[in-house]
Nanobody, 126 residues
């Protein structure tokens, strides 16, 4: 099983940027997808972005397309989420997840992910 540790959250003003990191402890991430989800109080966990480890295919939620960028560093087993032009509605706990052999159709479903990090809080003030 993959172990994940997130970092990089914080409190920022609207329009600012943050970069989240998620480092995976695993023998190999081959055939995995790593994804970012977020959960605001009283709401369901929501897909944000994902990347396939083998080919680097990227997927984004419509709400963050053009503002957020997901990337990976294979040498460090780390995936990043660069968040620009942050809005108050981006406020949530952000979770990193790992999904083995996720498909294009399933990669946005949190049910597809077997491992999760502890989460990191992102708060955007208006």
């Amino acid at each position: 099983q993959v172990q994940l540790v997130e970092s990089g959250g914080g409190l920022v003003q609207a329009g600012a940027s943050l970069r989240l990191s998620c480092t995976a402890s695993a023998r190999t991430l081959s055939n995995y997808a790593l994804g970012w989800f977020r959960q605001a109080p009283g709401k369901e966990r929501q897909f944000v972005a994902a990347i396939t480890w083998n080919f680097g295919n990227r997927y984004y939620a419509d709400s963050v397309e053009g503002r957020f960028t997901i990337s990976r560093d294979s040498a460090k087993n780390t995936v990043y989420l660069q968040m620009n032009s942050l809005k108050p509605e981006d406020t949530a706990v952000y979770y990193c997840g790992a999904a083995w052999t996720a498909t294009q159709l399933s990669i946005e479903s949190h049910n597809e992910y077997e491992s999760w990090g502890q989460g990191t809080q992102v708060t955007v003030s208006s």
